[in-house]
């Protein structure tokens, strides 16, 4: 069976400081790999997606990046955080264009301060 | 623009009762839509998803009610209960879209 890990559960940054967010799925190969935000109180704003090793669609201009070095390995980045960017970050995968379900990892509660 | 509109932020319904939580689009060419439940500092989970090509999906408790021509979508959950309260999202998609637009949330409170 599929598997989505996340990590850190939960992470305190102050401003100005590099992110680093990691995502890896088990158990199946080449999938659809997405970045989400829920801001407190707002719904799951897409953030970037990737159909494969390299190939990163940004679809919200900020100072988030995101990278996919491996098949199943998906990394959000930014150089210098911004208060703004506090929020529930979640990665989720799909088969593509086999299915439209996407399953989503555990989160990662981030605070700027 | 907000293609995926769920207009109730929040819904109290007594526990072994009916809970009825709506979506409305506006975007014709979505064909496919979900529904996700989502707990505090969890990832959300798939419930539920109908094609347009239906009208109706059941899946044990929960059926999701597709209204094209109205572009509504309902998720009914009967009978309702404590563990069902969480914040659901719909979400929707089309042939070769790799994405899924996603709802605002409706918090559901079930009450003992």
């Known amino acids: 069976s599929q598997t989505i890990h996340q990590w850190p559960a939960t992470l305190v940054q102050p401003v100005g400081s590099p992110l680093s967010l990691e995502c890896t799925v088990e158990?199946?190969?080449?999938?659809?790999l997405y970045w989400y935000r829920q801001a407190a109180g707002r719904g799951l704003q897409l953030l970037f997606y990737s159909v494969g090793i390299g190939q990163i669609s940004s679809e919200v201009p900020q100072n988030l990046s995101a990278s996919r070095p491996q098949d199943r390995q998906f990394i959000l980045s930014s150089k210098k955080l911004l208060l703004s960017d506090s929020g529930f970050y979640l990665c989720?995968?799909?088969?593509?264009?086999?299915?439209?379900?996407?399953?989503f990892g555990p989160g990662t509660r981030l605070t700027v301060t | 623009d907000q293609q995926v509109k769920q207009n109730s932020p929040s819904l109290s319904v007594q526990e072994g009762r009916i809970s009825i939580l709506n979506c409305d689009y506006t975007n014709s060419m979505f064909d496919y839509f979900l529904w996700y439940k989502k707990y505090p500092a969890e990832g959300p989970t798939f419930l539920i998803s109908?094609?347009?090509?239906?009208d109706k999906n059941e899946d044990g408790r929960f059926t999701v009610f597709l209204n094209k021509s109205a572009k509504h979508l309902s998720l009914h959950i009967v009978p309702s209960q404590p563990g069902d309260s969480a914040v659901y999202f719909c979400a929707a998609s089309h042939f070769g879209n790799e994405k899924l637009t996603f709802g605002t949330g409706t918090r559901l409170t079930i009450i003992p």
């Open positions: 989720a995968w799909s088969m593509g264009t086999a299915t439209y379900e996407q399953y």
């Open positions: 158990g199946t190969s080449n999938p659809n």
């Open positions: 109908i094609s347009s090509i239906k």
